[in-house]
């Protein structure tokens, strides 16, 4: 179940001006802390989802990045030592290794 962060519209309680609730999806939010009763409000947080800047940030975070040179063929810009930097689909050995990257 996700949590929620919510906040006193006046003065906080023993849990804070703030606090965090874990609550279900379909929960309508709550109006009163329960703690103290006092009127709470839910704040609204922003979806943070970084995205990778570079092959090499792609790389490190366990991702294959393959770029179409050819038919059937493909650059591995995130290839890690010991990898072909060139896959040719007719050629399995030339293909990433994902067991390498950690990934089941």
């Known amino acids: 179940m996700p949590y929620y962060e919510y906040e006193h ?16 999806m379909v929960d309508d939010p709550i109006e009163v802390c329960p703690a103290c009763n ?11 989802m970084s995205t990778p800047d570079s092959n090499t940030e792609l790389r490190d975070k366990g991702f294959v990045k393959l770029e179409r040179r050819d038919k059937g063929v493909y650059e591995n ?9 060139i896959f040719d689909a007719s050629k399995p050995h030339t293909a990433p290794n994902l067991l390498k990257r950690g990934l089941d």
């Open 9 to 24: 519209e006046g003065e906080g309680c023993e849990v804070g001006k703030t606090f965090t609730i874990e609550q279900r």
């Open 38 to 48: 006092q009127p709470v409000f839910r704040l609204m947080k922003p979806f943070n």
């Open 77 to 85: 810009v995130t290839a890690l030592d010991g990898e072909s930097r």
